[in-house]
């Protein structure tokens, strides 16, 4: 049995394999769901472990995402400096009220009706690109050729964004996402996204357009600088977020033939399927981050106002209190209650879109290419372990 740690611990980011939490995080959750951890700016707050009591911070209003009032858990290039260059729509970082009103302004079109209407433009957009990558050359990157351009692709049709454009943002949200840009780099590309987004939106002004830039335009409720922020958070969770499922969930399966061939022969597993991947890996691996507004008791704990709470989403979907034999991918579990998508007024709005995507992508690729292989042995696939969101940079794969 491991001793708790007697001192205060920092964020793990080092995963114990390509697709498991770090292994110091899970021992220490077997000690308890909350310890003490240093934040890279060296304020004294939490690390929290445990599925229950994540789950109970994520949906108390005593807490707060607002990015003025959280301290960064690993060292970020813009740190102290984000809240000041956060245009006020990017409603992540708001609380109640102000939160409600994006929040419910944008619920209405993330339906899970909504979503089954662009079923069959999501097929198509996945036919096309499958298409291409049996004419192109193998090996083919997988990121490059599938994981990435299919959610960009969607979420620029559903905001309106010009696809054409898809260079300069995918490279400028790259940027901001890795936390090995320089400030510099990380501030130019969020100083260049939001111009993009502003410029966007007062087009859309002036024309008026059918998608869902257009119609928030068009509903009069939000400001300019309002709808910029809007639209820049929608863009760039709305394809980083999907494109990395698709690009590790396919590594995770690659490396598990009995478990990819269930996906892959059986369309009744598809949608487990999906969760069980969302949960296994948890992509969203560093943060988030609350800040106790007040003092609060939880786990024999006392969190007073002002410390940040740093969650391990990674470790709480591997809680063998929550999950049987948590370690294990297993297609075929009904894997309900996952923490992947956060939980509480800030769970992801994305996040039938996001089902969608993976629901038709994954089996779509299996079938077309039933010899799919790595390229390239499986140290050598190039992980994202130092960016927000985990994943592969590249994913050589031939057929
Ligand atoms: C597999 C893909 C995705 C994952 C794992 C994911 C994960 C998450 C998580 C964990 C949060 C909560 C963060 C927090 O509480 O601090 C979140 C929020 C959010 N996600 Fe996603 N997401 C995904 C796809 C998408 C997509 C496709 C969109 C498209 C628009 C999207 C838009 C958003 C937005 C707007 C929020 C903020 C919601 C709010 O503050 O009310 N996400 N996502």
């Given amino acids: 049995m491991t001793e708790a740690p007697s001192r205060p611990v920092t964020f793990p980011t080092a995963r114990r394999h390509l697709f498991d939490p770090p292994g110091e995080v899970l021992q220490w959750q077997r000690q308890g769901a909350l310890h003490r951890m240093t934040f890279a700016d060296g304020h004294l707050g939490w690390l929290l472990t445990g599925h229950a ?6 949906a108390d209003n005593r807490f707060s995402n607002r ?12 740190a102290g400096q984000e809240n000041r260059q956060l245009p006020p729509g990017f409603f992540l970082r708001t609380d109640q009220p102000e939160h409600t009103r994006f929040r419910r302004l944008l619920t209405g079109q ?6 089954r209407q662009l079923e069959p433009r999501i097929e198509e957009i996945t036919s096309d690109h ?11 990157d997988l990121v490059q050729a599938f994981a990435l351009p299919i959610p960009s ?3 620029c049709e559903l905001l309106g964004v010009p696809y054409g454009d898809r260079a300069q943002f995918q490279r400028d949200s790259a940027a901001l996402l890795n936390l090995d840009s320089s400030a510099e780099r990380m501030g130019a590309a ?7 987004m502003r410029d966007l939106v007062l087009r859309k002004r002036a024309e008026p357009a059918d998608d869902l830039l257009g119609g928030l335009v068009a509903s009069g409720e939000l400001d300019d600088e309002e709808l910029t922020g809007v639209a820049l958070l929608l863009l760039i969770a ?9 690009a590790l969930g396919t590594f995770a399966l690659l490396r598990d033939p009995a478990q990819l061939a269930l996906l892959r022969d059986d369309p009744a597993v598809v949608d487990n399927a999906v969760e069980e991947l969302l949960r296994y890996l948890t992509i969203i691996h560093m943060g988030p981050v609350r800040t106790a507004l007040e003092d609060v008791e939880l786990d024999g704990h006392l969190i007073r106002a002002g410390e940040s709470v740093a969650f391990s989403l990674p470790a709480a979907n591997r809680d063998p209190e929550r999950f049987d034999d948590p370690d294990t991918l297993d297609v075929t579990r009904p894997a309900t209650g996952h923490l992947s998508f956060g939980h509480g007024i800030h769970q992801c709005l994305g996040q039938q879109l996001a089902r969608t995507e993976m629901r038709i992508a994954y089996p779509a690729l299996l079938r077309r290419f039933p010899g799919l292989r790595l ?6 696939v190039p992980m994202r372990s130092h960016m927000t969101i985990y994943g592969v940079h590249r994913l050589p794969v031939t057929w």
């Avoid at 390229?375 to 050598?380: H, I, L, N």
Wanted: aromatic fraction near 4%.
């Fill in 190 to 196: 969020l100083v260049d996204l939001m111009a993009y």
């Fill in 110 to 115: 993330f339906t899970v009706r909504r979503m």
């Fill in 67 to 78: 990015t003025e009032l959280t301290h960064p858990p690993v060292a970020h290039p813009l």
């Fill in 153 to 155: 692709l969607v979420i």
């Fill in 53 to 58: 009591a994540a789950r109970a911070v994520l």
């Fill in 375 to 380: 390229a390239v042995p499986a140290e050598e």
């Fill in 238 to 246: 709305g394809h980083e977020t999907t494109a990395n499922m698709l």
């Fill in 130 to 140: 499958l298409d291409a990558m049996e004419r192109g050359d193998r090996p083919a």
